[in-house]
Nanobody, 117 residues
Framework: QVQLVESGGGVVQPGGSLRLSCEAS????????VGWYRQPAGKERELVAT???????NYGDSVKGRFTISRDHAKKTVYLQMNSLKVEDTAVYYC???????????WGQGTQVTVSS
């Protein structure tokens, strides 16, 4: 059974930085698109960023130029470096993995990111 375990959330002031990590298990990492979605309180879940095995990336419009996604194949881990954080980045951030052939979706349990002064 695929497991995705997030870490790195917390409270940060506007303009600050955080780095999220998501370690995957029970999957062949190279077969998956991996990334992050987020869900602000009372709103729908939205794309933050995803990355493919070939290094392609896709970012949500609201985070372009501020967030950077990367993956470490040896550690089966995907990272999200978040810089210049804004109050509106406050949300629960979910790790995501999708098998490129079967389209099977998997989600982590979520980690809270709060941007507040």
């Amino acid at each position: 059974q695929v497991q995705l375990v997030e870490s790195g959330g917390g409270v940060v002031q506007p303009g600050g930085s955080l780095r999220l990590s998501c370690e995957a298990s029970a999957l062949i990492f190279a077969f998956y698109v991996v990334g992050w979605y987020r869900q602000p309180a009372g709103k729908e879940r939205e794309l933050v960023a995803t990355t493919t095995d070939g290094g392609g990336t896709n970012y949500g419009d609201s985070v372009k130029g501020r967030f950077t996604i990367s993956r470490d194949h040896a550690k089966k881990t995907v990272y999200l470096q978040m810089n210049s954080l804004k109050v509106e980045d406050t949300a629960v951030y979910y790790c995501y993995a999708m098998h490129t052939r079967t389209r099977e979706h998997n989600w982590g349990q979520g980690t809270q990111v709060t941007v507040s002064s």
